[in-house]
């Protein structure tokens, strides 16, 4: 069985979800700005709902995976181990004089502790009766953290995503959120589910750096070998172009739409809230938008601007500006449901976009 998203509508067949754990109990009003929450969650009820929402899954035929599973597994492995704590356990990340304490400790935890220390954080509690001759060490207090929690591991889109017959490891903007991108690498090149699976990896972190920032979130699979991509704080135009030129150079896309997300008109606490998987919002605003195709064998791509999108920001402008204009084909046609007109709308701008291009 080979593993593909052909769209964002099709049949879910098999999906990847991360049950809250220890990270999300380790939120504090003091830490939930710098790990991009908006307020403390209440653990407990968070894994409730989502333990509902799995079995409705299930319910459905879905086969569910749980990502703390399969990092547990690949834990279990020599290889899988290494793999994480040589990438994880570092000078840069812990300080020089508690590498070799801190690997020795983390080496001789079951594969299960270990993976919930991984994505639940770590703190100097935790290492008790461990000492060394750090000042990193010494500088932290019983409660803070030798290693940070990770509780943007529910948001399992991000940090990769499945774009056809092909799967990224994303490079993220965040610092709070890119240990995520390690520990699904290890999953893919180590779980048996994966290791032995042919499919194409279009992009990783491990082979772009600087300015190529993506999130999964920011990506749409639209169906006959379009994607589109938003660029906004999270993901840069240069990721877009290296991705774009994966997707060609693979066969698993011809057509890639550029949208730049409108990130300098609204609220700095909007911004965490706008993603490209929310689009109908931005049916409704001026977007630039550019088609991209491939011109040759060579990879190389043509861009085309088309400028704005001419639709009416009713979200964002509560007074529009008199020169902006709703489309005739965006305006709602009476009779069909409001998710059936997005689904419609989105349709006919991928349409438009290259209608104007040819």
Known sequence: ???????????????????????LSRLTPRNIADLLFDDVLWAKKAREEHDAFAQALRDKGVKVHLFGDL????LATVD??????????????IGPSLVKPVRKLLENLEPEKLAEYLIGGILKADLHPMTARSLAWEHLHADDFVLPPLPNTLFQRDNTCWIYGGATVNPMAKPARQRESLHTRAVYRYHPI?????????????????????EGGDVHVLGHNTVMIGMGERTTPVAVEILTRRLFETGQASRVIAIELPMRIIRREQQQLIR????????????????ITRLDRQTHIRFHDLGRCPVQPRHFH?????????????????????????????????????????
């Open 194 to 214: 994966f290791k032995d699976e042919k499919y194409e990896l279009l992009l990783d972190e491990e082979i772009v750096h600087h300015n190529a920032t993506i």
């Open 318 to 358: 509560p007074q529009p500006a008199p020169e902006f204009r709703q489309s005739p084909q965006m305006r709602r046609q009476p009779g069909k449901p409001r998710l059936q007109q997005r689904d419609l709308q989105i349709r006919k701008l991928g349409e438009h976009a290259f209608a104007n291009q040819r």
């Open 1 to 23: 069985m080979s593993f593909n998203v052909q769209s964002e509508v099709g049949q879910l067949r098999q999906v990847i979800v991360h049950r809250p754990g220890l990270e």
């Open 80 to 93: 899988g181990r290494a793999f994480v704590l040589d990438a994880l356990i570092t000078d840069d990340e």
């Open 71 to 74: 990092f547990t597994d690949v």
């Open 276 to 291: 490209i998987h929310m689009f109908h919002q931005f049916l409704e605003h001026l977007l630039r938008r550019w088609p």
